[in-house]
């Protein structure tokens, strides 16, 4: 008995485990996005990743802006190439990131309806590679 319960332990650690990543979390929609990197990413390199989102039905498309904040002031920097490559999955390429600056880094990721209408927006730290 102690062995079964063990084993259903295990496994139900295993589902919970791989269900909690959420790199980005959408409190209003309850959306979760998840950003995995193809190359980055680094400082004053162009970038590429994969973001996959969790299942919804009101979400069509999304915006990935490359972000700055800095202690006085935010801004963007290039726009990145977005590319849909699955029902809830988007190839973003040509992310750049300029150097030399003193302030933190993000995507601001924008949700959108079918009427190209923002649902929702949140951050998405970077942590540079070296």
């Given at each position: ?29 309850s959306?979760?996005?998840?950003i ?95």
């Amino acid at each position: 008995m102690k062995l079964l319960i063990t084993i259903f332990a295990l496994i139900s650690m295993n589902f919970t485990f791989a269900d909690e990543r959420c790199d980005v979390k959408f409190t209003k929609t309850s959306i979760c996005a998840n950003i995995d990197w193809i190359y980055g990413p680094y400082l004053d390199q162009y970038n590429s990743a994969k973001i996959s989102l969790s299942e919804n039905d009101k979400v069509v498309t999304i915006k990935v802006i490359p972000w700055m904040v800095m202690s006085n002031h935010e801004h963007g920097s290039r726009p990145v190439v977005l590319t849909k490559t699955g029902d809830s999955e988007f190839l973003i390429e040509k992310a750049y990131f300029m150097g030399g600056m003193d302030g933190s880094w993000f995507f601001k990721i924008q949700l959108n309806d079918s009427t190209n209408n923002l649902i929702e927006e949140a951050r998405y730290h970077l942590e540079f590679k070296k």
